[in-house]
C-alpha cells in the first residue's frame, strides 16, 4: 500500500485539494485498496476547520466532495507513517524538515516537482486563483499516479 501525505500551511485550501483530487484518481482506477492519502498542515493557525469555502467549490466543480476534512498539524510520527509527504511549496518544504527531524529517507518532495514544470503550487489564499491551485493539484497528483504504477 502506498501511503502518501499532502501538507501545506492551514491546511484547508491546496493540500486538502491535493488529496481529494488524489482520492479521486485512485478511485477513477479502482486502486482504493492500494493507497492511503491523507493531508496535514505546518501551521497550528486552521486546526480542526473544514476545507475553505472556495477550494470546496473548485472541487465540487469537478464532482469531488470533501466532506468530513478537518485540518490537523503535521507530526514528526508521520514521518515514519508515511512513504511521501509532499509539501505545496518551498516554504512548507523547509517546515517539514525542520518538523520531521530532517528527511534521512527522501521521502518530502513538492508536488509540482513531479511534473515537467517544477516549482510551488499556486497559494489561492493570497493569489485567490483557485482554478490555478486547481490545475497545479490536478497535473501534481497524476504525475504521482503514473509514478507509483
Given at each position: 500500500?502506498?501511503?502518501i501525505?499532502f501538507?501545506?500551511?492551514g491546511?484547508?485550501?491546496r493540500?486538502?485539494m ?6 479521486h484518481?485512485?478511485?477513477e ?7 492511503y492519502?491523507?493531508?496535514?498542515a ?5 486546526l480542526?476547520?473544514?476545507?475553505y469555502p ?30 511521501l ?23 518530502i518532495?513538492r ?9 510551488d503550487?499556486?497559494?489561492p ?9 486547481w ?10 499516479m503514473?509514478?507509483?504504477?
Open positions: 500500500m502506498k501511503r501525505l501538507v501545506c500551511h491546511n484547508i485550501c493540500s486538502p491535493a488529496e481529494y483530487i488524489m482520492k484518481l485512485v478511485a482506477a479502482g486502486q482504493e485498496d492500494n493507497w492519502i491523507a493531508s496535514a505546518t501551521s497550528t493557525e486552521e480542526g476547520n473544514p476545507v472556495p477550494a470546496r467549490r473548485k472541487l465540487a466543480e469537478h464532482g469531488i466532495r470533501c466532506d468530513g476534512h478537518s485540518a490537523r498539524q503535521l507530526t514528526r510520527s508521520d514521518y515514519d507513517k508515511y512513504d509527504l509532499i509539501g505545496m511549496d518551498s516554504y512548507n518544504i523547509r517546515n517539514m524538515q525542520r518538523m520531521c527531524g530532517g528527511d534521512p529517507e527522501g521521502k518532495i508536488l509540482l516537482d513531479l511534473t515537467h514544470r517544477p516549482g503550487v499556486a497559494d489564499w493570497y493569489t485567490g486563483d483557485f482554478e490555478a491551485t490545475c497545479d493539484c490536478l497535473e501534481g497528483c497524476q504525475q504521482l503514473k509514478k507509483c504504477q
